[in-house]
């Protein structure tokens, strides 16, 4: 497994934008397929966006096309999520997570998760 810490998170009007990034531990990076998910209270927690192994291909929950986009990069060991457009609710807890196998299609399979950052979108 792959420790993972999020930063990035904090209060916005809508329509406002942040970036989120994911900072992880290892030497193995490339060769974990990355996803942000996140969960607003009272909900369970969903996927938002996921990458492949090298960056070149991105899979996004429906809510979210057109205004986040994800993006890593293996040498510093990161990944990314900028988003824009927010709206009132965009507001949860978001959370990096990483997986050793499988696809970035295929939004199960994910063993590695951060503490999560908690992004708030005001009215």
């Known amino acids: 497994q792959v420790q993972l810490v999020e930063s990035g998170g904090g209060l916005v009007q809508a329509g406002g934008s942040l970036r989120l990034s994911c900072a992880a531990s290892?030497?193995?990076?490339?060769?974990?397929?990355m996803g942000w998910f996140r969960q607003a209270p009272g909900k369970e927690r969903e996927f938002v966006a996921a990458?492949?192994?090298?960056?070149?291909?991105?899979y996004y929950a429906d809510f979210v096309k057109g205004r986040f986009t994800i993006s890593r990069d293996n040498a510093k060991n990161a990944v990314y999520l900028q988003m824009n457009s927010l709206k009132p609710e965009d507001t949860a807890v978001y959370y990096c997570?990483?997986?050793?196998?499988?696809?970035?299609?295929?939004?199960?399979?994910?063993?590695?998760w951060g503490q999560g950052t908690q992004v708030t979108v005001s009215s």
């Open positions: 290892g030497r193995t990076f490339s060769s974990y397929v």
């Open positions: 990458l492949n192994r090298s960056g070149g291909n991105r």
């Open positions: 997570a990483a997986k050793a196998s499988g696809t970035y299609y295929d939004r199960r399979g994910y063993d590695s």
